[in-house]
């Protein structure tokens, strides 16, 4: 009489466990490649709105307020022209794990919006990671268009 035994050997075990294994690797690098996709399309977003949140700030403070885009410290900031008062604070870095390599800007020079809703010169702000990129422009007279390239 043959009793049966109930359960997994230990190579039917690793043999499982090797497969998840390399099943997980393989889906490990496309999740960091979509995650670092979807943190662009938050952060030229997220920028969108504050650049047009600063042309009604202006507009409403009947005040110019200043746009600075500093990449040493992965930082938007929307201040009066002095800079004494801070309307707006966004920490780049922190909020989309994005780097300096990650996002350019033009021009390098804070950039001025006066209350009549004009800006003194066109902004441009280019953000890519992982294959995706996300361009921000902004005209003269307060348009903030977002593409796709």
Known sequence: MSTTRRGFTFIEMMVVVTIAGIVGGLALGRISTYMMQQRVIKASSSLT??????????????????????????????????????????????????????????????????????AADTMAISLRASGTSRYIRVSRAGMVQVMVK
């Open 49 to 118: 709105n504050d650049l047009q949140q600063a042309f009604a700030l202006a507009a409403r403070t009947r005040k110019p307020v200043r746009i600075v885009l500093d990449t040493t410290r992965m930082e938007l900031s929307i201040t009066d022209r002095t800079q004494a008062v801070a309307m707006r604070k966004r920490d780049i870095a922190r909020a989309y794990g994005l780097s300096s390599k990650n996002i350019s800007f033009y021009p390098s020079a804070p950039l001025e919006i006066y209350p009549n809703g004009l």
